[in-house]
């Protein structure tokens, strides 16, 4: 199956600064990638669709001047966390659909703790 | 609202028992389901997707469609500890690169 990494795996930062998250699709371009938010014994809750050589489309009540997305190439999309607080601690996920469509296959995730 | 529900669960069974999950959608127009098997702490990974109608079979996992009902089931045969994670229904209304509506999930308890 179709591979995703993640970079940083978990990252601890200081409340008030900004944190990058890489998504990458090892195997395969991916033009549309998906970014997820999974708090505590929740479930995914999807924060927007990344787009590569255009805007990400956010869902309704995410902040995007907050969570900057770049989709740079057909191979990374990167979320930055700006200002970062506490209650952005979280499980962030990111995931690409197949090339035929259908399933996503998700990257292992990053465990972000503001302090 | 698109929605897909699922019983949180747990759902407890013996080890060597069936597992049964089970999944309803609201959106009649959905053409692709998933189930995703995410153990704690780690992100989802895709275990079966189906797309008619029926019955499909990968090793002890069996998903079933009934769009009629708007129901989709995975059956886990032979139910072992390491099968023991939350089940996640996945759905999305068109084929190609559209957004997944997930459910909760279910969690699974398999007893040894």
């Known amino acids: 199956g179709a591979v995703v990494s993640q970079h940083p795996s978990w990252v601890i930062c200081k409340s008030g600064t900004s944190v990058k998250i890489e998504c990458r699709s090892l195997?395969?371009?991916?033009?549309?990638m998906f970014w997820y938010r999974q708090f505590p014994k929740q479930s995914l809750m999807l924060m927007a669709t990344s787009n590569e050589g255009s805007k990400a489309t956010y869902e309704q009540g995410v902040e995007k001047d907050k969570f900057l997305i770049n989709h740079a190439s057909l191979t990374l999309s990167t979320l930055t966390v700006t200002s970062a607080h506490p209650e952005d601690s979280s499980f962030y996920i990111c995931s690409a659909p197949s090339a035929t469509g259908g399933e996503q296959y998700f990257g292992p995730g990053t465990r972000l703790t503001v302090t | 609202q698109k929605e897909v529900e699922q019983n949180s669960g747990p759902l407890s069974v013996p080890e060597g028992a069936i597992a049964s999950l089970n999944c309803t959608y609201s959106d009649r127009g959905s053409q692709s389901f998933f189930w995703y098997r995410q153990y704690s702490g780690k992100s989802p990974e895709l275990i079966m997707s189906?797309?008619?109608?029926g019955d499909k079979e990968d090793g002890r996992f069996t998903a079933q469609l009934n769009k009629a009902s708007q129901y989709v089931s995975l059956l886990i045969r032979d139910s072992q500890p390491s099968d023991s994670a939350t089940y996640l229904c996945?759905?999305?209304?068109?084929?190609?690169?559209?957004?997944?509506?997930f459910g909760k999930g279910t969690m699974l308890l398999v007893s040894p």
């Open positions: 195997d395969f371009q991916a033009t549309t």
């Open positions: 189906i797309y008619s109608n």
């Open positions: 996945a759905v999305n209304i068109k084929a190609g690169y559209s957004t997944l509506t």
